[in-house]
């Protein structure tokens, strides 16, 4: 994962300077292919269309864990639940 984000910087990069952009830390997020901004509500509005077209009612970090049959206690502590879970 580290190796793509790495990637994934020096290609943001190579964009922001192809098209004459200003590089700032804050700036490589989320860019398109010619150096504009993608913004959370731009991803959001894609998961809600998502969403929509394929009937899936919710998708979150939870519902992924646990659909890759993660150990429940470990997708609590890894979401912060303070709440400890019985196995009753």
Partial sequence: MMEQLKRYKIWCKEILLKHGKKIKDH??????????????????????????KTGIKEITHATILINRNENVSAIAKRLGNTKKLSST
């Fill in 27 to 52: 700036s490589i997020v989320f860019i398109s292919n010619d150096a504009e901004m993608i913004y959370h509500s731009y991803i959001n509005d894609a998961i809600k269309r998502v969403i929509k």
